[in-house]
């Protein structure tokens, strides 16, 4: 069910209205309302992928593997294959290899006989339907294979392809070539007789490839290979030297198989790297047991530049806890890691999603996930993730050792009982039955359009622009702002997904499409409170991030019309605290308020003004009082002057209780005179008339009552024509003035004067 209330409009007249809202987020943010004063309506499905993490339910293996899964490859009709230690499949035997539908049941028609005699650590699926594997074994379906084979489409041993005596140990790792050829890396020592420390390159028979230069190879174990297009080779695991050259855990190889003296990790890693992934700009994504890479903090995932060196723009949180067992890079240089939790952000499932920076992406799921180790993952071309391990639960639902998740987009959907409802308009709020099919409950967005002939011009207030939500927590909307040309810029803290992710900020087309030709990249690694327009289309943005694109950025960037990063605005280190509200001034300066206390470097409490191309106005240095003091709203009059509101106790060592009025020149105006409000002001709102609307936490204003949201005159003085009576039982978070007088607040309130949230005279 979709329940509707929680928004209320206080007009000029008794008009009844019908209210929806989008999920209250956390102080202090802007909530968003759609009204309309109508007696029938459509309502509109909306729909939005998120990275979530959680349990898809239509995937179960039931019993499932009776041992652990080594590795997974997807295939292009939905089934997954799986390989490790086991020897059945829900009781069916099947050695250490099987593969499953799209459901996660055992695919009977793949023929793997007895399997393998022993582990099988990794494979790799071809693009013909065919499979090599590699592990510790002796023979496939009683054929001799030592330790490396090939199996046709249906899953029986392809005699074509044959090693011979084949390697001296296990293969952990394998990796086809484009031209047939096939890497294998382990703990070997020869293959067929022939020395090869721990890497060998075989030909499309399973020959050694004696051209291959790894003769004396890595001193110790090699855990993971990954192939780059110009036919180079990255390589990890637990060595210290290659071909007697020093290199640190992790190396790349030339395509003859000598060691790439350009790429240098140093000193490197101080513990074992389990996986490699080729990343953004020639980089290696690399994931293991390691806590340090050269000395510096990078626990369990780390990211290094084209010449092997830490790559400074990728950090991880140093909360990153367990050890990284599988990687996979995604297009844009997002990292999803296998093994590891982060425990301070509660995201304990053992899959931690990263942004290309290194920060935790938003919108993951927390507690929960994997019982034991996750040792294998992959991402469905749908955004869904498999995983694949030694558990036996996942989210406490019974999942033996392969599971799959929610990625982006979802996969399920939800639809509208009826096309069309018929309401009171006396009723205030109106529950709406859905359809769900398949996937895991989740809210979802709703667009109201007005019936045809059902609602004159005057009954009409606004649309919100559809858009979706996840169910976490962390899924939040913090701006809606239309541009001139109809088009909707949204904000805050999400993950969308048309086929290509957009991170905290998105364009809708006027009919509330994603805009395409808007893509801010990366992003901001954390949620966006406040977005600006310039005149000329640029997009200010401001919030808790400190990087954008990947890009060190102190909560305060310019972007392009089309969401590109813009350069020439570059505000330093810019704020070392949130930046909640933006204004630009006519000349191009931009007012910023906050929690912040300082900007650039230089002391600034909660307000500060910025140059146009980003530097600190030294002019303007207002100085605010009061424990935490910070500023929540401010709204600029035509003559240049200032009003903010907040929670603090003075200005400039002149007292002022939580809202004030400041010069163009930051000064205080001292002949703007509130009176005292008991509690946060959370947004202020200047009227034509020069009254000023104030709404928030407060419950009385110069000791007068005033239930979160009162009216002042444009002298400061209380406006005692304006009384909402006992006011609105939870906070007002924003206020938008009506033609006729009346003002739309919304918030986290239920109730205002004590009546539910419907239309109330003034």
Known sequence: MLEAPCYTSVAASNLPTITFM???????????VVVLTLAAFLPMLTAAGVYGGALDPSFDPGVGPDGPVSDIALQPDGHVIIAGSFTSVGGVARGRL????????????????????????????????????AGNFSSYDGVPRARVARLDSSGALDPSFDPGLGPSAAVLALAPLSNGDLLIGGTFTSVGGVARGRLARLDASGALDLSYASDAGANHGVQSLAPLPDGSLLIAGDFTTYNGVPRGRVARLLPGGTLDPSFDPGIGPDGAVYAVASGPAGSAVIAGSFRTISGVSRPAVARLAANGLLDPGFAAPDTIAGWGQALFVDPDGGVLVGGVRAVGAGLTNGVVQLEPDGSLTPGQTGAGGASDSILALARQPDGQIVVAGRFTL???????????????PSSSKVRFTTSSLEVDEGAGSVVIALQRDGGAER??????????????????????????????????LTQVVPQPDGKILVAGQFVLSDGVRRRQVVRLNPNGSLDPSFNSGA???QIIEAVAIQPDGKILVGGDFTSYNGVPHGRVVRLNADGSLDPSFDPGVGANNSVWELIVQPDGKVLLAGDFTQVGGVP???????????????????????????????????????????????VNNVNRQNLARLNADGRLDTGFLPPSMNNLVREVVVQADGKVIIVGLFTTVGGQPRGRV?????????????????????VVLDAVPLPDGGMLIGGGFRTVGGLPAVALPV
């Open 22 to 32: 989008l999920p209250q987020a956390r102080l202090p943010l802007i909530a968003l």
């Open 523 to 525: 992003g901001a690694n």
């Open 710 to 730: 009162a009216r002042l005159n444009a002298d400061g003085a209380l406006d005692v024509g304006f009384n909402p009576g006992v006011g609105a039982d939870n």
């Open 98 to 133: 099987a593969r499953l539908d799209a459901t996660g049941a055992l695919d009977p028609n793949y023929a793997v006989g007895a399997g393998a005699d022993g582990p099988i650590y990794d494979i790799a699926a071809l693009a013909d339907g065919t499979l090599l594997i």
């Open 604 to 650: 600034r409490t909660s307000v500060a003004r910025l140059n146009d191309n980003g530097s600190l106005d030294t002019s303007f240095a207002p100085v605010l009082g009061g424990s935490g003091a910070i500023v929540a709203g401010m709204a600029l009059q035509p003559d240049g002057k200032l009003v903010i509101g907040g929670q603090f106790s003075r």
């Open 443 to 476: 809210r979802v967005g709703v667009q109201v359009r007005v019936a045809g002939g059902s609602a004159g011009p005057d009954d009409y207030n606004g649309l919100v622009a559809p858009l979706g939500l996840a169910e976490t927590s962390n899924f939040r």
């Open 394 to 408: 996942y989210d406490s639902e019974p999942r033996a050792r392969v599971a799959r998740l929610y990625g982006e």
